[in-house]
Antibody, heavy 116, light 113 residues
Framework: QVQLQQSGAELAKPGSSVKISCKAS????????ISWIKQTTGQGLEYIGY????????NYNEKFKGKATLTVDKSSSTAFMQLSSLTPDDSAVYYC?????????WGQGVMVTVSS | DIVMTQSPSSLAVSAGETVTINCKSS????????????LAWYQQKPGQSPKLLIY???TRESGVPDRFIGSGSGTDFTLTISSVQAEDLANYYC?????????FGSGTKLEIK
């Protein structure tokens, strides 16, 4: 069965970076993009962008350019998202989702907390 | 960006009642090539990831109970939950995928009295 297993919760200091992972199983990794979505209580669900798992090509929501960097490791069927220059506004749950439209398979989410 | 406006933000109903959630997009989601509306509905229960209920505005995902009904076209869409069950306690979101920059409604919190 299709699974997207995300890494564990992160506690980070303002100004630092975090890199969260999304390991796919149960399907051919390079057959689908991986999308990333941010969820906060205040802003709801926001689409960050997606990565072409075959070519590594990316497409970002303008709002997250410079904030999020998406990469993949095909050898381990894992997608990554690095969040840089963290501020408290980056505190959220971050989901990966398989790239069919609309997204059907989602990871369990990673809670990122930015606090000094 | 396509803005999705969802209402109401919350509602409380008794089990067995019918619920209607509305979603309006800032531009048409109707694709002329496939003659389909690129609108989905998700259910998110506390502590869980969003679960796809409806796609193409009115097609139920496999395994979704037939009490969940999606309707609408163009810019106006509705999710109807008939005979609400206690297990339907959740937040519900509409999402457009007409544009590659996916956008979501702000959500509707469904509470069971």
């Amino acid at each position: 069965q299709v699974q997207l297993q995300q890494s564990g919760a992160e506690l980070a200091k303002p100004g630092s970076s975090v890199k969260i992972s999304c390991k796919a199983s149960g399907y051919t990794f390079t057959s689908y993009y991986i999308s990333w979505i941010k969820q906060t209580t205040g802003q709801g669900l926001e689409y960050i962008g997606y990565i072409n798992t075959g070519s590594g090509g990316t497409n970002y929501n303008e709002k997250f350019k410079g904030k999020a960097t998406l990469t993949v490791d095909k050898s381990s069927s894992t997608a990554f998202m690095q969040l840089s220059s963290l501020t408290p506004d980056d505190s959220a749950v971050y989901y990966c989702a398989r790239g069919e439209l609309p997204p059907l398979y989602w990871g369990q989410g990673v809670m990122v907390t930015v606090s000094s | 960006d396509i803005v999705m406006t969802q209402s109401p933000s919350s509602l409380a109903v008794s089990a067995g009642e019918t619920v209607t959630i509305n979603c309006k997009s800032s531009q048409s989601l109707f694709g002329s090539v496939r003659q389909k509306n690129y609108l989905a509905w998700y259910q998110q229960k506390p502590g869980q990831s969003p679960k796809l209920l409806i796609y193409l505005a009115s097609t139920r995902e496999s395994g979704v109970p037939d009490r969940f009904i999606g309707s609408g076209s163009g810019t106006d869409f509705t999710l109807t939950i008939s005979s609400v069950q206690a297990e339907d306690l959740a937040n519900y979101y509409c999402q457009q995928y007409y544009d590659t920059l996916l956008t979501f409604g702000s959500g509707t919190k469904l509470e069971i009295k």
